[in-house]
């Protein structure tokens, strides 16, 4: 049996379709890892600025609140520490000088998004049926998916309502023009946070019933958003931070498959480094 390396924990950052594959490591962090099949092997990290790797006994794996994957009795388990930033290469090496099996790491510097979640009713009574109560389980679901995976944090900075002073209509619809309600909306964002969301009762985008649209820091977001809203939220939290859609269905699990509730959670090498580089 081939030596080989696997996750420890669920949603910690890991992507095991990565040829080596890869593992997200905080500066400053921790994540494990286990070699399977690698009796005899000595395992160690290049260059040596970015990471430190030690075996540990199981018993000193912590309760991390992540699914702990089912490990096989003889698996080595690896602590891997980030100690700067940049990519390494773990290597476990055979006697003769063979490189048995091998993992990529980026380490990722703690990064922190500042959110305002906007209740919006607008001059004619539309209004949104959400109700600010629900934003902090919005943000620990979004926190859920990416502190884990890309070490980036969400922060709640404020929830508010906001009355537009005109009528927007049935929906809320994005236009390329200077007067378009998507602009007439946006203006009225909190810049002092990264990342604004509008909760509006319709939107639509050209001619499409999207569910939401990002841009620039703005987010609109209909009551009609499926049901994992957080889930959702944390999609769109995925287009301010630079990732695309893809409608790959053999990659469904992704946080950025492009069809609301039909989409997981992970966030895979790519988009990590695009969110958080
Ligand atoms: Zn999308």
């Known amino acids: 049996m081939a030596a080989e390396f696997h996750k420890v924990f669920n949603m910690e950052g890991f992507d095991k379709d990565q040829s080596p ?24 990290s290049e260059p040596a600025n970015v990471l430190t790797i030690s075996e ?18 003889t698996d080595r388990i690896f602590k891997l520490v980030g100690t700067g930033k940049g990519h390494a290469l773990v290597k476990a ?31 004619a009574g539309h209004h949104t049926r959400r109700s600010p109560t629900a934003a902090v389980s919005w943000v620990r679901d979004m ?24 009528d927007l209509g049935e929906e809320v619809t994005w236009s390329a023009g200077v007067n378009s309600e998507w602009n007439q909306l946006t203006a009225l964002r909190d810049p002092a946070a990264d990342m604004n969301y509008f909760l509006v009762w319709e939107y639509q985008q050209d001619a499409d019933d999207t569910d939401a649209g990002t841009l620039t820091g703005n ?9 994992a809203i957080g889930v959702t939220m944390a999609h769109e939290m995925g287009h301010h931070l630079g990732a695309d859609d893809h409608y790959d269905a053999a990659r469904r699990i992704h ?21 958080n580089p």
Not at 95 to 111: E, F, I, M
């Open 255 to 275: 946080l950025m498959h492009g069809i609301t509730d039909a989409r997981g959670e992970h966030l895979p090498m790519e988009d990590v480094n695009v969110m």
């Open 56 to 73: 540990i006994p199981r018993s000193q794996l912590p309760t991390t609140g992540r699914h702990l994957m089912p490990l096989q009795a």
């Open 219 to 227: 987010c609109i977001f209909e009551d009609n958003a499926g049901h």
């Open 21 to 44: 594959k890869w593992q997200m490591v905080p500066v400053n962090g921790t994540r494990y890892i286990a070699l399977r099949n690698g009796a005899g092997l000595t395992v160690r």
């Open 143 to 166: 926190n859920w998916i990416y502190n884990g995976q890309a070490n980036i944090f969400i922060h709640l900075r404020t929830t508010r309502s906001l009355a537009v002073p005109t």
């Open 93 to 123: 090496i055979a006697a003769n000088g063979a490189v048995a099996a091998q993992l990529q790491v980026d380490t990722k510097h703690r990064k922190t998004v500042s959110v305002t979640f906007n209740f919006v009713n607008d001059s």
